[in-house]
């Protein structure tokens, strides 16, 4: 279990027991659009920015799980985890303009489901060439 904060936290069943359920490696945060972000109007956050300062957060997850692995190396009884623990190192990109997923990222991330996204935003974005590759513009 890696935990943002004791409210919520990602469960990786199985992550271990098979290669195969490691198979991708970034983790996308969507938050809440703060409407008076002074980034907003550039899309992209300055590098030497915090992690969290943005609508869409970025990291490299299997930075992640290393540092999980070292920690759990350190200590064999550690269960939980906070991701605090290594964002700052594996953190990628910032974004209120730019998710991997574009649109259909945003919205899910917004709204916690798709329904109200118009079926041929979701279209445009799941043909986009870019889908899942390279992120996208999102529209708020």
């Known amino acids: 279990m890696l935990e943002n904060d004791p409210d919520s936290g990602i469960t990786f069943k199985g992550w271990y027991a098979d290669a195969a359920n490691?198979?991708?490696?970034?983790?996308?945060?969507?938050?809440?659009?703060?409407?008076?972000d002074d980034h907003e109007q550039h899309g992209q956050h300055d590098d030497d920015d915090q992690p969290?300062?943005?609508?869409?957060?970025?990291?490299?997850?299997?930075?992640l799980v290393t540092k999980f692995d070292q920690a759990r190396a350190a200590n064999t009884k550690?269960?939980?985890w906070s991701l605090m623990n290594g964002l700052l190192d594996?953190?990628?990109?910032?974004?209120?303009?730019?998710a991997l997923g574009g649109?259909?990222?945003?919205?899910?991330?917004?709204?916690?489901?798709?329904?109200?996204?118009?079926?041929?935003?979701?279209?445009?974005?799941?043909k986009h060439p870019n889908f899942a590759v390279q992120a996208q513009a999102i529209h708020p």
């Open 22 to 36: 490691r198979n991708f490696k970034t983790l996308q945060v969507v938050s809440e659009l703060d409407d008076d």
């Open 52 to 63: 969290f300062d943005a609508a869409v957060e970025t990291f490299d997850f299997r930075a």
């Open 78 to 80: 550690l269960s939980r």
């Open 90 to 98: 594996a953190h990628l990109a910032s974004s209120d303009s730019m």
């Open 103 to 126: 649109d259909l990222t945003f919205h899910y991330g917004q709204e916690g489901e798709l329904k109200g996204m118009a079926l041929l935003a979701a279209q445009s974005v799941l």
